[in-house]
């Protein structure tokens, strides 16, 4: 069984930078597929990015050259490292742990892009 812990999130202003964590404890880290997916209010929850085991990542459009997903596997730890946030940022950001049909979540941590 994966537990997973968010930390990061805040208020921020428009143009500034976060860097969210998940930390991860109680599996082989380096297996699974790691995740970060954001929910605002009143809409459906969206994939953002994801790391693979082989490091390999990939991004949502609206993020793209703006946000970057790493892993330090001796940390058992994922980031999310966001740049140039826009109040559409404004979310409830949870990481994923995923391996095969079996799916891990954090609490969430929340984001607020505001002047």
């Known amino acids: 069984q994966v537990h997973l812990v968010e930390s990061g999130g805040g208020l921020v202003q428009p143009g500034g930078s976060l860097r969210l964590s998940c930390a991860a404890s109680?599996?082989?880290?380096?297996?699974?597929?790691m995740r970060w997916y954001r929910q605002a209010p009143g809409k459906q929850r969206e994939l953002v990015a994801t790391?693979?085991?082989?490091?390999?990542?990939n991004y949502v459009d609206s993020v793209k050259g703006r946000f970057t997903i790493s892993r330090a596997i001796a940390k058992n730890t994922v980031y999310l490292q966001m740049n140039s946030l826009k109040p559409d940022d404004t979310a409830v950001y949870y990481c994923?742990?995923?391996?095969?049909?079996?799916?891990?979540w954090g609490q969430g941590t929340q984001v607020t892009v505001s002047s």
């Open positions: 109680g599996t082989s880290f380096p297996d699974y597929v």
């Open positions: 790391i693979t085991s082989d490091g390999l990542t």
């Open positions: 994923n742990a995923n391996r095969w049909s079996y799916n891990a």
